[in-house]
Nanobody, 117 residues
Framework: QAHLVESGGGLAQPGGSLKLTCTAQ???????????MGWYRQAPGKQREVVAM???????TYAESVKGRFTISRDSARKRVYLQMNSLKPEDTAVYYC????????WGQGTQVTVSS
């Protein structure tokens, strides 16, 4: 079964940038290439929410709160999904996860993003 590994989180100042990487280990390449993949986040005391999605054809959708600041992309050969986060705000602080559109894969450990001065 696929194993999702997220990385790239850390501490950033407001207005700063981070780039997150999700690697879909043990996932068949053709399955990955056809899957709609997304980034999710969960802030303390809040429910997990969708941040961005990308189709196999690279059509992207974003939550209103991150539109214009975040960019999702994917690398089919490496079975990776990226999230470039610019103009970070304190309210972006959360644990970030990747998963399929229907959250059908086992959740990874996530990567912590903290935005603070």
């Amino acid at each position: 079964q696929a194993h999702l590994v997220e990385s790239g989180g850390g501490l950033a100042q407001p207005g700063g940038s981070l780039k997150l990487t999700c690697t879909a280990q043990r996932m068949i390449t053709s399955t990955f290439n056809s899957a709609i993949m997304g980034w999710y986040r969960q802030a303390p005391g809040k429910q997990r929410e969708v941040v961005a999605m990308i189709t196999g054809g690279r059509v992207q959708t974003y939550a209103e709160s991150v539109k214009g600041r975040f960019t999702i992309s994917r690398d089919s050969a490496r079975k990776r999904v990226y999230l470039q986060m610019n103009s970070l705000k304190p309210e972006d602080t959360a644990v970030y996860y990747c998963n399929g559109e229907n959250q059908e894969l086992p959740w990874g450990q996530g990567t912590q993003v903290t935005v603070s001065s």
